[in-house]
């Protein structure tokens, strides 16, 4: 398949180009147009996202999403790979069902799928999985996530048999004795509200030990989804002493704080918890700093009615992968500039993972997204390509709307 891309620009050139993609890599940059011709409108063109954090609970909980809704909504979103969570039933945890998410999601022609698999087997942290199986069938990270790892032993030998395979592993750091049944940060609104609260400390207190296990072993260490301006204080400290460790940020956090919880709503309930916002400050310093190596979406979709269920009952997550990028150029895009949140969201994940950085040069992965950084869109839930049709920023006016993502030299979306 052959296609050109005109009247786009590069980061950094207000100059219109063409780029022509031919059998699935870039063929080169302003040569004659050849196959189908697309106008990009002016708009700016990047290397196609990548997601290193998404739930699209498959197999098993396909009420929520699927793999045709969860990459079709990724590639909306300018994703051209995400990593899929094992937290699913059954629990992502053995080389065959690795196996048939790759093979069932590169048959559905929208973002690519890239799983990851259980550290441990059925993430019940008792015992490991087979990690070397799975990364043979195609894992590309081992994690527990939606389970914290509360036995260290356990961690700790999981970290070492990773190093040996030169994978990462990835953790939701929360001390689960810590958080107990919080519903949503303990502070002055969980306590004037009357909820039971998950505090800073768990999250803090999990990041600590996990950094000692860390630098006992050596080996490479994700802490998932931060919350916490401690937490953070955690991992820079511990980058400033060369250990391996990184770290990503969801925008959720960065945009909504507890204060959000004083409506009931469980759109706001997540895991861990809206903090304060002296909490996101910090994150967006994190970014500016570069103590935060990634964004990531933890896009976690669940039914309506599970939803609308109060806030004690409904269960934690939420799904905006389509959003993430206008949701970060409209309200940060000026103090992070394009080049850097292009680089948190594509390059950035990928030096996390441990794989080539992505780029626009011939002979390159045809793997690419158009944004109109201009164009000012309300969002819209009911036009969700996910299942999950509800947003905490419904009815919010944004800015950076991709209008085409090509994964593989083939048109994964096109508005």
């Not at 207000?14 to 080169?28: D, H, L, Q």
């Not at 894992?139 to 790892?149: P, Q």
């Not at 036009?383 to 085409?404: D, I, M, V, Y």
Request: aromatic share 4%; hydrophobic share 40%.
């Amino acid at each position: 398949m052959t296609l050109t891309i005109t009247n786009i620009k590069r980061p950094g050139s207000e100059a219109p180009e063409s780029v022509t993609v031919e059998n699935g890599v870039i063929k080169g940059w302003n040569l004659p147009h050849e196959g189908e011709v697309i106008d990009g409108q002016g708009g700016a063109v990047a290397p196609a996202l990548i997601e290193p954090h998404a739930h699209l609970r498959e197999p098993g909980q396909t009420q929520k999403e699927d793999l045709a809704s969860g990459l079709a909504a990724a590639a909306a979103g300018g994703y051209g790979t995400v990593v899929s969570m094992p937290n699913t039933s059954p629990v992502v945890d053995d080389p065959a069902t690795v196996r048939t998410l790759i093979e069932k999601a590169d048959g559905l022609g929208f973002a690519r799928l890239r799983p990851a698999a259980a550290l441990t087997r059925g993430q019940e942290g008792e015992h490991l999985a087979e990690l070397a199986y799975l990364k043979e069938a195609g894992a590309v990270m081992f994690t527990d996530d939606g389970r914290t790892n509360e036995d260290a032993r356990v961690l700790r030998l999981g970290l070492e048999y990773a190093r040996s395979l030169d994978m990462v592993v990835s953790v939701h750091a929360e001390d689960a004795s810590l958080r107990a049944g919080g519903v949503m940060n303990e502070g002055p609104v969980s306590e004037a509200l009357g909820l039971p609260g998950n505090p800073a400390a768990a999250e803090a207190a999990r990041v600590a030990r996990d950094l000692e296990i860390v630098a006992q072993t050596g080996a490479r260490l994700h802490v998932q989804h931060l919350s916490t301006a401690r937490a953070l204080e955690l991992v820079r400290g511990a980058k400033a002493r060369g250990l391996p460790v990184t770290c990503e940020v969801c925008p959720h956090h960065l945009t909504l704080t507890d204060e959000a919880l004083r409506s009931f709503d469980a759109v706001y309930k997540v895991a861990p918890p809206l903090r304060t916002q002296v909490d996101a400050d910090a994150l967006l310093g994190g970014l500016l700093d570069g103590t935060v190596d990634c964004l990531a979406t933890d896009h976690a979709p669940h039914t309506g009615a599970e939803k609308e269920r109060d806030l004690l009952e409904a269960p934690f997550g939420i799904a905006y992968i389509e959003l993430a990028f206008p949701l970060m150029w409209t309200r940060f895009g000026e103090r992070l500039g394009l080049e850097r949140l292009l680089d948190l969201m594509t390059a950035a994940p990928a030096r996390v993972l441990g794989w080539p950085a992505p780029t626009l040069e011939p002979g390159a992965p045809a793997d690419l997204v158009v944004l109109d950084l201009d164009t000012e869109r309300e969002v819209d839930p009911r036009t969700f390509l996910s299942k999950a049709k509800f947003s905490p920023w419904a009815g919010e006016t944004l800015r950076g709307w991709p209008t085409l993502t090509v994964v593989g030299g083939r048109i994964a979306f096109r508005r």
